[in-house]
C-alpha cells in the first residue's frame, strides 16, 4: 500500500499534464498501480461533499433496509420511489437509481462458512437422495473420484464386475502383467465400486486378489460392498483364505464408513404401495477407504 506523499506525487504529476507511463517511471511503480490510484482519486473528487445534504439522505436507511429485506430479488427503483415520495422525498428518479445501484453489492449471510486445506485434509460429502436408481453411496464415491480428479489426482473408477472381466480377458490373452501395470499400478486412486454384489469363480477371485496386493501400500483404494466384512467369503469363491488375506491388506491402512438403510428403490416400491410390509431387505452399505 502507499504512503500518503506518494498518493500526493501522483496527483501533483497528473495535474502537471504527465501522463501514466511517465509517472510511473518518474515514481519507479507499476503502471497498474498508477492507474489504480489515479482511478481512486476521480472518484473521491467525484463523490459529494460530506457536509452537504442530499435530498435523498433522509430516505437512505429505509431504502437500504428495503433492499435488504427484499433481498435476493430486486426492487425496481419506480415502486421504491412511490414508497418515499408519500414519506415526503422531492427529488428525482436518476438520483435514486444511482443510490440503488450502490445498493447492489449488499449480499445475503452465507449459509456455511468455507474453508479449504490442502489435500486430503478434510472432505467435503454432498448427499444426493436419487428417485431412481443405487443407493446414495455411489454418488458418494463418484463424487469422492471426481474431486480427486479435479485436485490433479489420476483416478480410475470401475465397478468389481467390470474389472474381473477386463482381468480375465488380459490372462487369456497374455498381457495380465501389462494390465496391471497400467490400469492398476499407475493411477495414484482406484475405485472399486459394488464389490459383492455378484459371487466370483476362483480364478476370477485370484486375480482379484492380484489387483489389492499391486495397490498394497503404494496407492489408495476406495471399494464399496453391500455385505459385511465376515460375507466376504461368499464373492470370493468361498475361499476363506483368499479372503482373510484380501481383508488383511485392506484394512491395515483403512477407514471404514458404514451407512445402514434400505434400498431407495424399495422406498419408491413402498411409496407406490407395491411392498407393503418393511419387512426385511434392509442392507448396510460399506465404504472402505483403503490409503
Given at each position: ?46 463523490a459529494p ?72 485434509q ?26 480427486a ?47 459383492g ?67 431407495y ?27
Amino acid at each position: 500500500m502507499l504512503t500518503r506523499e506518494v498518493i500526493m506525487e501522483i496527483r501533483v504529476l497528473a495535474r502537471q499534464g504527465l501522463g501514466i507511463r511517465e509517472i510511473s517511471r518518474e515514481l519507479g511503480l507499476s503502471r497498474n498501480t498508477v492507474r489504480k490510484y489515479l482511478r481512486s482519486c476521480a472518484e473521491q473528487d467525484r463523490a459529494p461533499r460530506s457536509g452537504r445534504t442530499q435530498k435523498l439522505d433522509p430516505f437512505k436507511v429505509y431504502l437500504h433496509d428495503r433492499v435488504r429485506a427484499a433481498h435476493p430479488a430486486w426492487l425496481p427503483a419506480t415502486a421504491l420511489l412511490i414508497e418515499i415520495r408519500a414519506m415526503g422525498y422531492d427529488g428525482g428518479l436518476t438520483r435514486l437509481r444511482v443510490y440503488l445501484r450502490s445498493l447492489k453489492s449488499i449480499k445475503a449471510p452465507e449459509p456455511l462458512v468455507r474453508f479449504e486445506t490442502d489435500p486430503g485434509q478434510q472432505m467435503q460429502v454432498d448427499w444426493i437422495v436419487f428417485r431412481r436408481g443405487k443407493l446414495p453411496l455411489s454418488a458418494f464415491v463418484a463424487t469422492l473420484g471426481y474431486i480427486a480428479t479435479q485436485m490433479g489426482i489420476r483416478t480410475r473408477f470401475i465397478s468389481a464386475a467390470d474389472l474381473v472381466i477386463a482381468l480375465a480377458a488380459a490372462s487369456r490373452q497374455d498381457r495380465l502383467a501389462e494390465f496391471l501395470k497400467r490400469n492398476i499400478s499407475q493411477p495414484r486412486l482406484l475405485i472399486i465400486d459394488e464389490v459383492g454384489y455378484l459371487p466370483l469363480a476362483r480364478d476370477d477371485a485370484n486375480l482379484f486378489f492380484q489387483v489389492i496386493a499391486k495397490r498394497y501400500e503404494k496407492g489408495s483404494v476406495i471399494m464399496t460392498s453391500n455385505l459385511p466384512f465376515g460375507q466376504w467369503d461368499q464373492t470370493f469363491a468361498g475361499d476363506q483364505t483368499l479372503t482373510a488375506a484380501l481383508l488383511d491388506r485392506l484394512l491395515h491402512h483403512s477407514h471404514v464408513l458404514q451407512i445402514k438403510g434400505e434400498s431407495y428403490r424399495l422406498k419408491d416400491k413402498r411409496k407406490a404401495g407395491v411392498i407393503r410390509s418393511r419387512a426385511s431387505e434392509s442392507a448396510d452399505q460399506q465404504l472402505e477407504i483403503h490409503a
